[in-house]
């Protein structure tokens, strides 16, 4: 088989392994075999440290592998990385744009290091900016573009010379639903166009339903390969939407049924919850009553994978959560029980305006959940809210304190997760607990009491002495919330808390926060997972610093519509609702 004829990327029986600076060996990498074929998209999919960045680094010559074979476009990757790399194009999840230079300057850049020529720029350029839709703002600084239009300048430097396989790493990762609709659209325009060949990490699995060919990953060994619906097909037969005879909440159903032995996965879906079992049969519940109603569903890729995923992970344990002293008890001592109160909030920086306007109430108790395209305002909200910064117009009252005199006050009553958890990765478990009940200003008998309590409730007590930088993502998402509870906080702030994190710590995570709500916990999120919109009870959606729509999920659902008639999704919702108000503002200044 010559170059010209082989398969752009053939991955035979490869192994690796890194060393911890702890000494401990880690394999990253377990006998992982597959091929891309020429003019396909390949997805690898699966949670955070499934190997997926370390096959394409591998793919891309950066990494070697410690046995096995890589080839790509018909050449040895590890022995000729420089080789391979004249010819591909690579997007790591970091990609390195110069945040002071501006889009235009960012694209010449690239080009000089890869010697493009300034008659073929003449050809490029106009296509990429077409492509991406970022031919308005090539004289704005790339720091300041959402983190959409990031992604799509950091895609189109890496396309400055067509590659003959393009490796994209997480593009879409805290993207939201909007500019990953439209990355993909230029993708899959570059497959269909260019005949590109593309491998693609992404831990968004539906994203692998479009794809030719996936490969799904976890703890570096690949679980299941072929076409996306060959894997969906497992799950035929076993899914189902529940919904509960007396008309209880779908999150508090969803969180009884995950914990069923019968129940591989749970998930709020429109109202009800859609579940994939063990057996082709819905389970019973003990001592339900009214009795759930059960509908069979049509499988998705998701399901398939999740059958994959929880045999390889086993069991799991409850994840209900026991608060010592209900939280939550004192917020809103008025008659309508509100927790935060907002009201024609706006922010400026400089002649920009992040926040224009804005007003909502949020009850004790309920969970709250602030969404938005990348550049909407909605982080700028959420920091406000936390008394991170402050707003330069409007009233805005948290946990009974005004955030615009009494900060300080406001913030000893908040818990706050962030996408990032704020970790500190050198200090074991004990000691990031020690260090975050000490700055909440807990002391003595009172701290040891807490972080016991912290370490039973969220199960850390094997892992006290680990540093929290080597936990799996899913306990560092335990740690994250642990350290935010320390102080009974009465509302709780998660801020892109799930992002990275695989399918079963989301249902984890979000089963702990149904049950803080049930407690009397208010708590307010943000995420870019729309199906985690479900477990809220109302939602409000911005863009461009103002509120388009606001509701509870069956009221933002409504708003949307199928072409096939079948009942939308909050994804579907959140996208119209979007392009409906950006066509409304085009118009309005033509």
């Not at 069923?260 to 009553?289: K, N, S």
């Not at 890729?301 to 959560?321: H, K, N, P, Y």
């Not at 006050?409 to 962030?418: F, I, K, Q, S």
């Not at 997972?529 to 610093?545: H, K, V």
């Amino acid at each position: 088989m010559t170059p010209e004829t082989a398969p752009p990327v053939d991955i035979q029986r490869v192994h690796k392994s890194f060393r911890r600076a702890t000494g401990e060996t880690v394999r990253a990498l377990d006998d992982v075999s597959f091929t891309a074929r020429r003019n396909t998209l390949t997805a690898l999919v699966g949670p955070d440290g499934g190997g997926k960045t370390t096959l394409l680094r591998m793919m891309a010559g950066l990494v070697t592998a410690d046995d096995g074979a890589a080839r790509v476009l018909g050449i040895d990757a590890g022995a000729e990385p420089q080789a391979v790399q004249r010819r591909i194009g690579y997007m790591p999840q970091k990609f390195g744009l110069y945040e002071d230079l501006t889009v235009q300057q960012n694209l010449d850049l690239y080009a000089d290091l890869h010697g493009v020529e300034r008659a073929a720029r003449r050809e490029i350029y106009p296509r990429l900016l077409h492509m991406t839709a970022l031919g308005r703002f090539t004289g704005r600084l790339a720091g300041a573009l959402s983190g959409g239009m990031k992604q799509k300048l950091g895609l189109a430097c890496t396309l400055v010379r067509l590659p003959d396989l393009l490796l994209l790493d997480e593009p879409t990762v805290g993207v939201d639903p909007l500019s990953r609709k439209e990355l993909w659209e230029i993708v899959r325009h570059l497959i269909r166009d260019s005949g590109l060949t593309v491998v693609v990490s992404t831990s968004y699995l539906d994203e692998a339903e479009f794809c030719d060919h996936a490969v799904a990953l976890h703890l570096g060994k690949v679980l299941a390969q072929g076409k996306p619906q060959d894997i969906t097909a497992r799950a035929a037969g076993r899914v189902f939407l529940a919904a509960a005879g007396d008309g209880a909440a779908a999150r508090a159903l969803q969180a009884r049924l995950f914990r069923h032995p019968g129940v591989v996965d749970a998930a709020p879906q429109a109202g009800r919850v859609r579940i994939v079992t063990h057996e082709p049969q819905p389970p019973r519940l003990a001592g339900d009553a009214a009795g759930l109603i059960y509908a069979p569903a049509t499988p998705r890729f998701e399901d398939g994978f999740m059958l994959l995923f929880r045999a390889a992970v086993g069991d799991i344990r409850s994840t209900a959560i026991r608060l010592e002293h209900g939280l939550g008890g004192v917020v809103g001592n008025g008659a309508d029980g509100v927790a935060v109160e907002v009201s024609g909030l706006r922010r400026r920086f400089g002649d920009f305006v992040a926040v224009d306007d804005v007003s909502f109430k949020v009850r004790r108790g309920e969970i709250y959940g602030l969404l938005g395209p990348n550049g909407a305002g909605k982080s700028t909200t959420f920091r406000m809210l936390c008394g991170l910064i402050p707003a330069s117009g409007g009233t805005l009252r948290v946990a009974g304190a005004d955030l615009r005199a009494s900060r300080a006050e406001a913030r000893a009553r908040l818990g706050y997760v962030a996408q990032k958890f704020s970790l500190y990765g050198d200090l074991s478990v004990d000691e990031n607990l020690d260090f975050f009940a000490s700055a909440y200003g807990l002391r003595g008998a009172r701290k040891r009491e807490r972080i016991e309590w912290a370490k039973a409730q969220f199960e850390l007590g094997s892992l006290a002495g680990l540093p929290s930088g080597q936990l799996p993502g899913g306990y560092k998402q335990r740690l994250a919330m642990a350290a935010a509870l320390l102080h009974e906080p009465e509302i709780l702030f998660l801020d892109e808390a799930t992002s990275g994190a695989d399918p079963l710590a989301r249902r984890e995570f979000w089963g702990r926060i149904t049950a803080l709500s049930e407690q009397g916990v208010t708590v307010i999120v943000t995420t870019h997972f729309m199906e985690e919109a479900e477990y809220c009870d109302r939602i409000i959606i911005m863009d461009g610093g103002v509120a388009l729509a606001e509701g509870s999920p069956g009221e933002i659902r409504a708003r949307a519509k199928r072409r096939d008639d079948s009942e939308p999704t909050m994804e579907d919702a959140f996208i119209a609702i979007v392009e409906a108000a950006r066509r409304e503002a085009a118009e309005a200044v033509r």
